[in-house]
Structure formats: structure tokens, C-alpha cells
């Protein structure tokens, strides 16, 4: 019997609570069991709430990752949309699962054996295909057709100092001047153009003043105040069309919970200004007002102590043991220099409502990256270490192998067929069954172990391969280009050594851990604990 996955998707959060991700599994249970798939649990897959229009989620990647290594025969789908919508990722992951040697089947769909069928499957594809995209496309152009008329309902919502009023069958949707919030706007914007006070100061006024916000539940945060300073609404021109979602670029606290990945892996990126459609709205400032506060934004962006660059070894790779939240790189001046800082985002007390996460101190960013890159070199210029990870890799990469697992499986089936087959023939041999029917079971018997077997000899030079691949190392030539070049690197080129080895470092109140790939001599760690003064008033242990 061949060994089949099966692969489900829903887009949305009422499909979930429809629970049709479930009813797509039975049905693809029961057309496995009536040709002769067999399907391990471990092998069903559920893309829930990922759109067909993205070709990286986590349920497809694993099948395709199955499919290439050889452990599936077949990949069952519910219809060729659950696979994507986007007809030209359909015909990339039909390539690639044909170019494995896995078949790929679909329940509302026929099975592509002629010409005639294959091209009525692509028209399925492109049908699917070009229905989202029509969709999607009037959705568009219907907003932006109501958005150049005038009309509010595209916007959804009023910011602060406006109220929403609902569409009604006499009258349109519209903003309404909320007094008692306009007059907090006013002031926001007094107090950052005439006053020149900092978006920060602006913040902390409001809160001491216990000016309520929109959800009258939080505290004013800087990126309130920076987003209202930016808002042409308030000068009656809202905008529609202001952002386009793009690709998610940096990895917060709640994505490295996840992973390091997310079902909506995306942000939203401002559009040019030009692009943006303007709407008629009551205006709580005058024109002069709101570009001074333009002004002086572009002024602040230019001059900013965060605008100056300065590329850091470890910038982006630490996280605080304590809060989880990543380190940033601050700076103070003393009498003699400048010194540089790695500190917690946790531990600023202005950042959050109730006061800081976390007690976590700064750490001196030069010395934590000198100590992090003489542990990486360390590792790197001692080829027995190496030579040492790689075998335990090999080993490790041995014993988990997917190729053990399916044979295994192989094995119960073939002994399961073997059995049958003697079961048959002890029942001929009392008269239970007649000679004919001796002759219909046991060829069909006699097939599905000759292709048992086959799939073990398969299996079989596909371990060999694997133990070719793994041994084609040249860990000497490796160790010896590294010693005469290590002196010529850059800042660059030691950050994209260190990013290679070190998955992130985390800093506690009194320990420094390194999590990287290839672990220290055991006789190192047992005899010598080496501490380094990395920041005022404490020793802090390196640890790998």
C-alpha cells in the first residue's frame, strides 16, 4: 500500500468555526481508505485561516518537505483551490510533486490521466484563480471609486476628536466634530508647535493631566501622538489609501513566541503621498498648523540621535532572559568618551503603562561583543570540534530520519500482506473458499507485496545516498582558510559569521548565554566558569 499525506486549508475565521477544515479530512480519510492509501496521523495536515493566495504556510511546507524527501507516494487535496488559488503556484507545486515521484490527488476534481482531463483540471485552476482576483479587484476599484466621491465608508472608523455616523437610508456616512476631544487635539498640536515640546513630553502631559483616550481605558502612548501629529483628517482631508501590506522585516516578542513566524506575516508600508485619496471632512485645525507640525516632524526625523547607523556585532541577535523583549543600543557620554550600551526595552519605564518588565541592567556593547566573537572563533578555528559536531549531526540526522519511519511502515504492511496471504491459503486448504476465489484475492495480494518491496529497495538507496551526502566535508580546508583571512574581516563580514552560528544570545541579571550550533569542549565548561565585568557593579557569566 502506498503511504499518502493530506493537506486541508481554510482562509477564514468562519470556515474555522464552521469546522469545514474537519469535514475535508473525513472525506479525504475516506477516499485514501477506498484506494488503498494509507494515511499516518502525523501525516494530516491543517492550514487553518492561511490564504490560498500565499505559497509559504506551515502545513504546505512540510508536505512538500515529505514529498522531497521521498517518504509520500501521494498527496491527497480536497480540490485544487485548497492547494492555492494562484493558478501559477498550482502548476509550481504540481512540478515539484511529479519531479519527486509523488502523485497528487484531488476529491473535487478528476484525475489528470489524459489530455482532456489534465486540461480541464488547469481550468479549474485558472477559473479559481481568476475569480479571487475579480473579487478582490471590484473590491478595490469600488472603494476607490467611493473614496474619490466623496464618501466616508471606505474609512471604516473616525480618529480621535471625530465621531462615526452610520449610513442611514436618508443620509450618507460622515464624521462629526466630537467637541471635548477636538479640544485635546488642539492642544497636542499647540503644545508641539508653539511650545516645541517632544512627542514624549506631549505623552506624559496628557497622562498626568488623566486626559481620557478614544477606548477610555488605556494611557497615551508616543506612537498615538506621532500617528494624530501625521493625520491630514485633522485639517479636513482624510486620506484614503495611505498603506499597502508588505512582508514582515523584523521579528517582535510575540513572533519569536511563535517561532519567528506568523499566519498574517505582514505589515502595513505607507504609499507616496501623492497616491493617497483625499475626503472632505470637518477640519479641527487650520491648514498653517498642521504643516508646521510636518515641518518640524521631517526636521526631528533628520536631526534624530537614532538616525546615525552604526552597524554593531550582536545588534538584533539579543534577548533579555527576564522579559523576552530584544536589546537595543543606547549610548552615554562621560567625561573622557562616548560609550555605547546594549539595553532592554523592558526596562524603560516610559514605554509602558504600569512601569517597566523587568530590572535588567545595561551591558557594555563592546565588551559583550568581543567576548561573543572570541567564542565563536573558539569554535571555528578547532577542527576536532567540528569534525566532533559533524559526526554527532550525522548520527542525529541518522536516527531522526523521516526514511526510518516509512520503512517501518513498510515493514508492517509487507507483514501484513504476508499474513493475509497465508490466511487465504489455509482457507482454501480446509474448503472454506473455493479455488476461484483463491485465484481473484491472492494476485492482488501477490502485487501489493512486490510493491512493498520495490519501495523498500527504494528506501534502501536512498539511505545510502544520504550517508554520500553527509560525509562530503572538508573540515581542514574549512579551518585553515579561516586562520589566514580572520584578520581581514569587517564589522560586515563578522556579523554575517556570527548571524551563521549564533541563533540569539540571551542576557540575564547575572548570566550571559550564547545559543549557538556547535557546543564547547565538556572539559572547558566542567573546570573553568570565566566571568567578565560587563556592566557597572556586577559580574556577569558567559555560558554556552
Given at each position: 500500500m502506498k503511504t499518502a499525506a493530506i493537506y486541508t486549508r481554510v482562509s477564514s475565521d468562519q470556515q474555522k468555526e464552521n469546522k469545514t477544515i474537519e469535514s475535508q479530512v473525513e472525506a479525504l480519510l475516506d477516499f485514501a481508505d477506498q484506494n488503498g492509501y494509507v494515511v499516518p496521523e502525523e501525516y494530516i495536515f491543517k492550514d487553518e485561516g492561511y490564504s490560498g493566495a500565499v505559497l509559504v504556510r506551515p502545513g504546505l511546507e512540510k508536505v512538500r518537505d515529505l514529498s522531497a524527501e521521498g517518504q509520500i507516494q501521494a498527496v491527497l487535496a480536497y480540490s485544487p483551490d485548497r492547494l492555492s488559488r494562484n493558478y501559477a503556484y498550482q502548476v509550481v507545486l504540481l512540478d515539484e510533486f511529479a519531479s519527486c515521484g509523488t502523485e497528487v490527488l484531488f476529491i473535487?476534481?478528476?484525475?489528470?490521466?489524459?489530455?482532456?482531463?489534465a486540461l480541464l483540471l488547469q481550468f479549474q485552476g485558472m477559473i479559481a484563480e481568476y475569480e479571487r482576483a475579480m473579487i478582490k479587484e471590484r473590491s478595490r476599484r469600488g472603494k476607490r471609486f467611493k473614496a474619490k466621491t466623496g464618501i466616508v465608508n471606505v474609512l471604516s472608523g473616525a480618529p480621535y476628536g471625530f465621531n462615526y455616523i452610520r449610513k442611514t437610508e436618508e443620509t450618507a456616512a460622515y464624521y462629526q466634530i466630537n467637541e471635548e476631544e477636538a479640544l485635546v487635539v488642539k492642544e497636542i498640536y499647540r503644545l508641539y508647535t508653539e511650545d516645541f515640546l517632544s512627542i514624549a513630553d506631549i505623552?506624559?502631559?496628557?497622562?498626568?493631566?488623566?486626559?481620557?483616550?478614544?477606548?477610555?481605558?488605556?494611557?497615551?502612548?508616543?506612537?498615538?501622538?506621532?500617528?494624530?501629529?501625521r493625520n491630514p483628517a485633522y485639517m479636513g482631508k482624510a486620506c484614503f489609501g495611505k498603506t499597502e501590506r508588505a512582508e514582515r522585516q523584523k521579528i517582535t516578542k510575540l513572533l519569536r513566541k511563535k517561532g519567528g513566524y506568523s499566519a498574517r506575516?505582514?505589515?502595513?508600508?505607507?504609499?507616496?503621498?501623492e497616491e493617497w485619496i483625499e475626503i472632505p471632512v470637518p477640519a479641527i485645525i487650520t491648514t498653517e498648523t498642521f504643516e508646521l507640525a510636518q515641518e518640524r516632524l521631517k526636521k526631528n526625523k533628520i536631526h534624530s540621535q537614532r538616525n546615525t547607523v552604526e552597524i554593531t556585532l550582536l545588534q538584533g541577535m539579543l534577548v533579555c532572559s527576564e522579559c523576552g523583549y530584544s536589546l537595543y543600543r543606547t549610548s552615554t557620554r562621560t567625561s573622557k568618551r562616548k560609550l555605547y550600551y546594549y539595553r532592554c526595552l523592558g526596562s524603560d519605564d516610559y514605554r509602558y503603562v504600569n512601569g517597566r518588565k523587568c530590572n535588567c541592567r545595561p551591558v557594555r556593547q563592546d565588551y559583550l561583543d568581543e567576548i561573543v566573537w572570541q567564542k565563536v572563533l573558539e569554535l571555528l578555528q578547532d577542527p576536532t570540534l567540528i569534525q566532533k559536531e559533524i559526526d554527532r549531526r550525522i548520527q542525529e540526522t541518522k536516527k531522526s530520519s523521516p526514511l526510518i519511519n516509512q520503512k517501518s511502515i513498510l515493514l508492517k504492511q509487507k507483514s501484513k500482506l504476508f499474513k493475509s496471504m497465508d490466511k487465504l491459503l489455509d482457507a482454501y486448504q480446509e474448503g472454506l473458499i473455493p479455488i476461484d476465489q483463491l485465484r481473484k484475492r491472492m494476485p492482488e495480494l501477490q502485487k501489493r507485496t512486490t510493491t512493498a518491496e520495490?519501495?523498500?529497495?527504494?528506501?534502501?538507496?536512498?539511505?545510502l545516498a544520504l550517508d554520500n551526502r553527509l560525509q562530503l566535508l572538508d573540515v581542514a580546508s574549512f579551518t585553515e582558510q579561516l586562520h589566514q583571512n580572520i584578520n581581514q574581516l569587517d564589522i560586515k563580514d563578522k556579523r554575517k559569521i556570527v548571524k551563521l552560528l549564533v541563533k540569539e544570545i540571551l542576557v540575564g541579571e547575572d548570566s550571559i548565554e550564547i545559543k549557538h550550533s556547535i557546543p564547547l569542549k565538556e572539559s572547558e565548561n566542567a573546570d573553568q566558569e570565566k566571568c567578565y565585568l560587563l556592566c557597572k557593579r556586577s559580574n556577569i557569566t558567559v555560558a554556552e
Open positions: 473535487n476534481s478528476p484525475k489528470a490521466e489524459t489530455p482532456e482531463e505623552v506624559r502631559e496628557l497622562n498626568h493631566r488623566k486626559i481620557p483616550t478614544k477606548k477610555r481605558q488605556s494611557k497615551w502612548e508616543r506612537t498615538t501622538v506621532w500617528a494624530m501629529l506575516n505582514s505589515c502595513n508600508k505607507e504609499k507616496p503621498r520495490k519501495e523498500l529497495a527504494n528506501l534502501k538507496a536512498h539511505e
